[in-house]
């Protein structure tokens, strides 16, 4: 009922005001905006004189040299391109649903899980939607996704920039483990104070590499670690743990595998273990440190964007690791 009296109230006389209105804001005056409308420029004049009666107030200062909108015209024009925006998406995106996806997909993908757990899937999303072509991009850099021309990201941590649009993937859970060699023949901390007579495989992208925490009900704890490699990336760490050189921070994510065969066992598994990564990884409001995918928070969400965001979501939930053999 309410959008039938909108529609009752905005006549097509009224959205030609509203179009004259814009032009002449966009242009400087009624002559340029009359010759990019292909009218003439006393009709735009009757027309915006039409429009300021009807609202009751006026939208613009006019002299001789120059056209200014005053505070109301302001407002006015911002609300109204949005309003002509939104439209213009509900058209788009109408149109956009019944077509096949298709275009370039631009990805960014954390280096190490991008690589262990997306690189895999790409071609099957390739061959199920043959008219996307991608551009994957493996970085932990947080990249600016408007700025740079992506519509898509996958981030681990929390999420600093509201104006992203998240989906939650899954938790991001931090562990301790190390290969059963070095276990054998370093020992088994028992306790996170264990930890500073042991060798540590520090990953550099924690805020304090050399300081882990700890937490187990109301506990805390910190405890200085130091070791024979630190490094920024966590491929090199996990290779190093395997090897048997040291016990590992790590992701979940990052060791499955490896814990699923054996090859690592987790350690201190009742103490739960924080770490914070540099560039805005943190924790959610749940108290979890979680995986997300993120979009630029614009209106219309293409065809291909919406297919790789659902089929992606399908194959990362529940995570895969977490259901390894």
């Known amino acids: 009922m309410i959008l039938l009296q909108i529609m009752q109230e905005l006549s097509d006389q009224g959205l030609e005001e509203v179009a004259a209105f814009l032009a002449v804001l966009d242009t400087g005056g009624f ?41 109301a015209g302001r407002r006015f024009a911002d609300r109204a391109r ?7 998406d509900a058209e788009r995106e109408a149109a956009d649903a019944g077509a ?12 190490a899980f991008g690589r262990l757990w997306v690189a895999p899937l790409l071609l099957d999303f390739l061959t199920a939607f043959p008219r996307v072509r991608i551009e994957a991009f493996y970085s932990d850099r947080f990249v600016d996704l408007v700025g740079e021309g992506f519509d ?6 929390r999420l600093p920039d509201s104006s992203l649009v998240a989906r939650r993937l899954a938790v991001d859970r931090r562990l301790i483990c190390a290969a059963p060699s070095y276990l054998a023949s370093r020992g088994t901390p028992r306790e996170p104070v264990d930890l500073a007579g042991h060798d540590a495989l520090q990953f550099a992208l924690f805020v304090s590499p050399s300081e882990w925490r700890f937490a187990r009900g109301r506990e805390r704890t910190r405890v200085r670690v130091s070791g024979p490699l630190l490094t920024d990336n966590a491929e090199s760490l996990l290779h190093a743990a395997v090897a048997g050189k040291g016990l590992m921070m790590c992701s979940e994510w990052l060791a499955g595998r490896e814990l699923a065969d054996g090859r690592l066992v987790p350690v201190l598994p009742d103490w739960t273990v924080e770490g914070v990564v540099e560039g805005g990884g943190g924790r959610d409001a749940d108290g979890e440190t979680a995986i997300h995918l993120i979009r630029p928070s614009g209106r219309f969400i293409a065809g291909k964007t919406r297919a790789f965001a659902d089929w992606i979501t399908d194959r990362l939930s529940p995570p895969p690791w977490s259901r390894l053999p």
């Open 31 to 71: 002559a340029p905006a009359a010759r990019v409308l292909g009218r003439d420029a006393s009709v735009l004049s009757r027309r915006m004189s039409a429009l300021e009666r009807r609202l009751g107030v006026r939208l613009l200062e006019r002299t001789t040299r120059r056209v200014t909108p005053t505070e």
């Open 82 to 88: 949005a309003a002509l925006t939104l439209l213009a």
């Open 100 to 111: 096949v996806p298709q275009g370039t997909l631009r990805l960014s993908l954390p280096e």
């Open 152 to 157: 898509l990201a996958i981030r681990i941590g």
